[in-house]
């Protein structure tokens, strides 16, 4: 069983177990997901199985998500599940203040990981760290916020005023260090209280599939129709067409040049990475490269096979 489903993860399950889930239903040892979702959140998870795990690290895609803020505390994790470290009155707070300063976060920012992250610090998450006690100093990183847009809001005058905001960002940005750079802008202190992935890639919130429609399918022998080609989830890579003559060449991880290729689809970039196609099958995923035996074309040196049977 080969693909990737898309999982609509419910609040309080980890990707972690999301992952171990399919794996049991699927009865393939082979899984993993293209990107962490808090534990708390809810929303898109796509799961590669089988040979699509091969491909995990080709789909670090463009996301969305809607966020809901609420204003006048914050906690170490950045979230609900946190621990409070700092309270301030939010009551003067309006709506109009929090829509002036959302333009300051777009386009390419800093941000600095949450304690409570996957991301690695000398070998170990952080999340790991973070559960001994230690905090340690994190390297701010560079993200993409796309869009981000003021959906609406609730409790103006009290002390904890709410809005719903939809963000729209590149692979690697916390929703929760975005929540918590706006408190601090506002100089009010802000948390994230709730968050859905509404988009991943081409995954899309309304084509999720809930763990109770996975387990039926499953019960009836139907699970592999809820299985997405990994070739579509790549479709943002052009496609080049393999004759017929040169897939065993491929297959066995050599390098693809001109007199193979049957058809392309899109512009290759120096050095970018291609999709390597048989008719409607994906073969394997392969950066262009000068041929240096026919100056201004390129060649195409498979970098994962997927399909090599």
């Known amino acids: 069983m080969d693909g990737i489903i898309n999982l609509l993860k419910p609040p309080g399950m ?9 794996r049991r239903l699927s009865g393939q040892k082979k899984a993993g997901h293209t990107g962490t979702l808090d534990p708390g959140a809810a929303g898109v998870l796509p799961i590669c199985l089988g040979r699509a795990t091969r491909l995990i690290q080709f789909m670090e895609h463009d996301k969305a998500y809607r966020a809901e803020i609420t204003f006048g505390y914050r906690t170490d994790s950045g979230d609900t599940f946190g621990r409070v470290t700092g309270i301030s009155d939010a009551r003067g707070l309006t709506m109009e203040q ?13 941000q600095v990981p949450p304690m409570t992250s996957a991301v690695r610090y000398q070998g170990k998450k952080l999340y790991e760290l973070a559960r001994r006690g230690v905090e340690v ?17 609730t409790g103006w005058g009290t002390a904890r005023p709410r809005v719903l905001v939809d963000v729209e960002c590149s692979a690697g940005t916390y929703i929760r260090s975005l929540c918590q750079d706006l408190g601090a802008r506002l100089d009010c202190g802000a948390t994230m209280s709730f968050l859905l992935r509404v988009r991943a890639g081409v995954f899309t919130l309304s084509g999720a599939i809930t763990l109770e429609e996975l387990a039926a399918a499953a019960g009836k022998g139907h699970l592999a129709g809820m299985i997405t080609d990994a070739d579509c989830a790549l ?19 050599n390098c693809l040049y001109q007199p193979g290729v049957a058809g392309m689809q899109g512009i290759p970039e120096h050095g970018g990475m291609v999709r390597l196609r048989a008719k409607d099958r994906l073969l394997a995923v392969a950066r262009a490269l000068p041929d240096e035996r026919r100056p201004g074309r390129y060649c195409f040196q498979p970098a994962t096979v997927v399909d090599n049977t």
């Open 137 to 153: 100093e994190r390297t701010p990183r560079r993200v993409i916020i796309h869009r981000i847009s003021l959906t609406t809001g």
């Open 98 to 110: 929090v829509a002036r300063i959302l333009p300051e976060f777009t386009g390419e920012i800093s």
């Open 14 to 22: 980890t990707s972690h177990d999301a992952v171990n889930y399919l």
């Open 235 to 253: 479709a943002h890579l052009p496609a080049v067409q393999v004759r017929d003559s040169s897939v065993a060449a491929v297959r066995h991880g």
